[in-house]
């Protein structure tokens, strides 16, 4: 049973005078306190956790999303910023006692500035929503999510979210250039601009991958590139996931940046194939998918050098793409990955871990390990190239004990990532769902620390409590409490 912060029992028995007072300051159809309207709001894309938020705003206006904040500040009433509501960890998760401030109705484009490369946009606009909107001048927002259809800019620089293209043209945090945040006592600061370096500490990127916990993002600016002369995509199968790792790590070790490096494993490819008839080999263990881009000699060099090394590993097949249709068939099958493998089990949770690069066989080998031990299977489909892992731990909901042991899978794998020298979370964030790790990562010097900057923003701990911190952290309490050897004190207590 997920532990979430105690409801704040006085402000459950205000509820009716706390929604009349936002009533007042977002007019219309913005607060919505029915049940059943309520409804399509209680879970994010984690879908083993639900909760009823105590009302639902989506404001319209700066102003009123500052007001909104103010009034919680002053009444003591915790808030959780939504975006879309498609975080894979809980990010979005509501409270019984807190404000739901739902963000999609700021969805307008505010400027388009080639001439600065860049994009100014409110944080509900969708992140291919950017793309959209510069495509016909032959630019595009690099950062590409699976869900980049539905999923917002704000939610993306709250998850520093990334994707296929991560891995040449950087995360959420390497293109975003400046934030509107409103805080939490309803002040209203500006981080970065058009411009390319701040001064003063990083805000900017402090706030990027910040999950909601130190201010609501009002305003957007990114930048956006000139789409690539050309891009082609060669799609090679492999005996088993280890050459097919190793594959990845000598690509990188030789220079070679590509502008995205998928792998899929067998159940992966199986299911995609299935699903979207993309014309996967099926005889194989493990699938690459390697798209380089930019001027054509470039990539036709670098291609030739890929396939030298895929055969130096073992690769059995090895197909290239020849035109544009062909390209998007390869990537037909990754994209839909995630959905595809929702046909062939009931549930499923989708890890989220980051290793350094050479140690792709290795962690690919003790995932089989942890497999046979769980009792549950597993599909991987993951951006190799940054090492970032996507295990797909497959699970009926209906089955008892099966959730607990598709999470104690989770964490053990999580637990190899940080093992082998990687960290607990690549792109989806740490919600509620990997809060309880954050130990495994990090000391109490440094959780201390990291709190101390939450307090800066938010002593009250009103923004999106329950998230990312393993335990009721107050400010007041920080550096009190001992843990000899990791052991935390009290272990039977009840924390978040
Ligand atoms: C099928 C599928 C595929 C996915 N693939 C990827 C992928 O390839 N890469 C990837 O990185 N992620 C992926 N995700 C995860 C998810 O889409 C991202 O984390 C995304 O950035 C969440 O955006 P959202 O608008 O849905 O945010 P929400 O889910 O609404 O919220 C996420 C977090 O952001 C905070 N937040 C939202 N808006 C604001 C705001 N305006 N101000 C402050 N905080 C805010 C919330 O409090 C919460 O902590 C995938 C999800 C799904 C369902």
């Given amino acids: 049973m997920l532990k979430m912060p105690e409801p704040d029992a006085d402000v459950l028995a205000r509820r009716k005078s706390i929604v ?5 300051i977002v007019p219309g159809e913005g607060v919505v306190d029915a ?4 409804r399509a709001f209680e879970t994010d894309a984690l879908t083993a956790y639900r909760q009823m938020p105590l009302v639902v705003v989506l404001p319209e206006t700066v102003e009123q999303v500052s007001r909104v904040l103010r009034y919680c500040h002053k009444n003591g009433i915790r808030v959780v910023p939504r975006g879309s509501g498609t975080s894979l960890s809980g990010g979005a998760l ?4 807190a404000v739901l401030l739902v963000m999609s109705r700021f969805n307008r484009v505010l400027d388009i500035d080639y001439a600065n490369r860049a994009v100014v946009v409110q944080p509900g606009v969708t992140n291919l929503g950017i793309t959209h909107a510069v495509q016909d001048e032959g630019f595009y927002y690099a950062p590409d999510p699976s869900s980049q259809i539905a999923c ?6 709250a ?7 991560s891995l040449k043209y950087g995360l959420t945090t390497n293109n975003v250039l400046g934030l509107e945040v409103v805080l939490i006592n309803g002040d209203k600061v500006r981080l970065g601009g058009k411009h390319l370096d701040s001064e003063g500490y990083d805000l900017l990127a402090l706030m990027t991958g910040s999950e909601g916990l130190l201010g609501v993002v009002t305003e957007v600016t990114v930048r956006i590139l000139q789409k690539p002369e050309t891009a082609r995509a060669a799609l090679i199968g492999f005996p088993t996931s280890e050459t097919a790792g190793q594959c990845v790590a000598d690509i990188i070790a030789a220079g070679i940046i590509p502008g995205g490096m998928e792998m899929m494993d067998r159940p992966a490819i199986h299911a995609a194939e299935d699903f979207v008839h993309a014309d996967y080999p099926l005889d194989v263990e493990a699938l690459l998918i390697v798209e380089l881009d930019g001027p054509e000699a470039e990539v036709d060099f670098l291609l030739a050098e890929v396939e030298a090394l895929a055969l130096r590993n073992g690769a059995t097949t090895i197909r290239v793409s020849k035109s544009e249709e062909e390209r998007a068939t390869f990537w037909a099958g ?3 990955a995630f959905p595809s493998v929702g046909r062939i089990s009931p549930d499923y949770l989708c890890m989220d871990g980051t290793i350094p690069r050479k140690e792709l066989p290795r962690v690919l080998a003790g995932m089989r390990e942890l497999s046979e031990i769980h009792g549950l299977r597993v599909a991987n489909v993951f951006h190799a190239g940054d090492g970032n892992l996507h295990p797909l731990i497959l699970y009926d909901a209906n089955k008892p004990g099966e959730l607990a042991a598709a999470e104690a899978f989770g964490a053990d794998i999580l637990r190899l990532c940080v093992k082998v020298g990687g960290v607990l979370t ?8 990997k809060r309880e790790l954050m130990p495994e990562m990090f000391n109490e ?5 990291q709190m101390r900057v939450k307090c800066a923003f938010d002593e009250k701990h009103l923004l999106n409590p329950g998230k990312v911190f393993p335990q009721l952290r107050r400010c007041a309490e920080l550096g009190r409490m001992h843990i000899h050897a990791g052991a935390m004190p009290f272990p039977d207590i009840p924390r978040f």
């Fill in 94 to 97: 509501p409270l019984a006692d």
């Fill in 159 to 165: 998850e520093n979210s990334g994707g296929v293209h």
């Fill in 35 to 38: 049940t059943s309207e309520m």
């Fill in 426 to 433: 690549g792109e989806h964030g740490v919600g509620v769902e």
């Fill in 20 to 24: 009349a007072d936002l009533r007042d």
């Fill in 445 to 449: 010097i440094d959780l201390d620390q």
């Fill in 152 to 157: 917002s800019i704000g939610g993306n620089i």
């Fill in 334 to 336: 990754r994209k839909a």
